[in-house]
């Protein structure tokens, strides 16, 4: 099926198939008369021994009547161009391989590691659940938007969370003082973007999590935990979090799986993260805007704000920094992670997704009203923005400015 890739940089994987035309509506059409269930993929990160194999070794041997792929994106000294891939079930486990370009499933997804996972579907009978666990020291945010796959290209695959698991005793640690070896980390994961001196591989991981499991909370103290959680709260107010020993989760649904985290914005979250968290972290923070609802007009005006800030990251002066030296009276938000609520005076609410620069608005007309009621706020839209250098007023006024006026 999958005989024809482009292997254009810039374009995302696409399931091609020789007797249908190349066109992406075709193609979606011919994915659902094939009746193939899009297989939600979570990706498993965090730390250098944080607990991840131990999470996996723990999924793999519970009963949980799913057939789960597991695939270990360790990057070794070895350049191999296959990967180890475990499918279980019942119990059972079943090692396969995958054929990737360079041997590096987050370098390689974009040309090879949709396909290789869908044409091993092809061979096996499509899974239930797809666990990627990447390295130590992946930046996350490279990785979620190649498999943050439109409906429209007809991908086997989506997205569905991401997880970081911190390791409770040392999590604190590696967030202030980044290691050595992090400034040189894989080359792929910040030639992109320059970070500061003071932003950390666990940053990173923590920033782009959906769900965050403290792992080892057998080696700290009550105190030390609460600490730790309130840290990470300070840098993603979004993500669930989780506190376990030897990685074993309460549960898998809701946990590491089911998790929607790029297709549905929950209104609980979202009304979490805008309660106001301290800012413990100096690198990276939560911050929420508002906006009455909107008119589609100002939908476009929120359109282009967001590819303003997060494409060109434009310069935001501080209005509380009258007469102070251009340096320190503004800042270039680096946005790693946007989720919204936006009602729409027509009625409806607007959900808004984004990772780095990628982001996306989806019709939710019928998600939001559920939880109607639940907060006194629910009449107004809001905008959550994960990343560095976010002012809240500065970027509440710019938001007016631009969307309002
Ligand atoms: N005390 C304690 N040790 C744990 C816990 N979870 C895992 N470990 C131990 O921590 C070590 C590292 O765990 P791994 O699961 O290999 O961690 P990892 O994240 O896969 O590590 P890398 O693959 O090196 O990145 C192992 O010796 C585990 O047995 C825990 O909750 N408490
Ligand atoms: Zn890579």
């Known amino acids: 099926m999958n005989s024809d890739m482009d292997f254009d940089d810039d374009a995302p994987p696409m399931l091609v198939s020789a007797d249908q035309p190349d066109d992406a509506e075709n193609l979606s059409n011919h994915v659902d008369d094939l009746n193939l269930t899009r297989v939600p993929i979570t990706i498993i990160t965090g730390y250098l021994g944080a607990g991840k194999t131990t999470l996996m070794n723990y999924i793999l041997n519970e009963r949980h009547g799913k057939k789960i792929a597991v695939i270990l994106n360790e990057f070794g000294d070895s350049a191999d161009i296959e990967k180890s891939l475990t499918v279980s079930q019942e119990g059972q486990q079943v090692e396969e391989w995958l ?3 360079n041997g590096c499933l987050c370098c390689s997804v974009k040309d090879t590691g949709v396909s290789a996972i869908e044409s091993l579907m092809e061979k096996r009978g499509a899974f239930d659940y797809i666990l990627l666990e990447t390295t130590g ?46 400034t040189q980390a894989d080359e792929n994961s910040t030639t992109e973007h320059a970070h ?16 965050i499991v403290i792992n080892k909370a ?47 914005v929950d209104a609980d979250s979202i009304d979490f993260a805008s309660k106001g968290h301290s800012h413990l972290d100096p690198a990276i923070s939560t911050t929420t805007l508002t906006l009455p ?28 920094a009258e007469g102070v030296s251009v340096e320190s009276a503004g800042s270039r938000p680096e946005i790693h992670r946007t989720k919204g609520r936006l009602v729409m005076q027509e009625g409806g609410v607007k959900l808004l997704q984004g990772v780095r620069e990628v982001f996306e608005f989806i019709d939710a007309a019928d998600v939001g009203a559920s939880n109607d009621g639940a907060s006194a706020d629910r009449g107004n839209g809001k905008i959550v923005f994960i990343g560095r250098n976010l002012v809240p007023a500065a970027l509440q006024k710019t938001l007016e400015d631009a969307v309002l006026a």
Do not use: M
């Open 293 to 320: 609802p909107l008119s589609s007009a100002q939908l476009d005006k929120l359109d282009t704000f967001l590819r303003n800030i997060l494409w060109t990251r434009f310069f935001i002066s501080h209005p509380e």
């Open 99 to 101: 054929e990737l370009a």
């Open 218 to 264: 057998d080696l700290v103290s009550e105190a030390e935990l609460e600490q730790v959680k309130a840290r990470i709260s300070s840098i993603n107010a979004l993500a669930k979090i989780h506190v376990t020993e030897h990685s074993k989760v309460p549960a898998l649904e809701g946990v590491l799986l089911d998790l929607h985290a790029y297709d549905q």
């Open 137 to 182: 020291l992946a930046d996350p945010g490279n990785l979620a938007p190649l498999f943050w796959v439109d409906d429209g290209l007809g991908s086997t695959i989506y997205l569905d969370g991401i997880v970081t698991l911190v390791d409770a005793k040392n999590i604190i640690r590696c967030l202030s003082e980044p290691t050595p070896d992090e």
């Open 196 to 211: 500061g001196p003071h932003l950390s591989t666990a940053h990173l991981q923590i920033s782009h999590a959906d769900v």
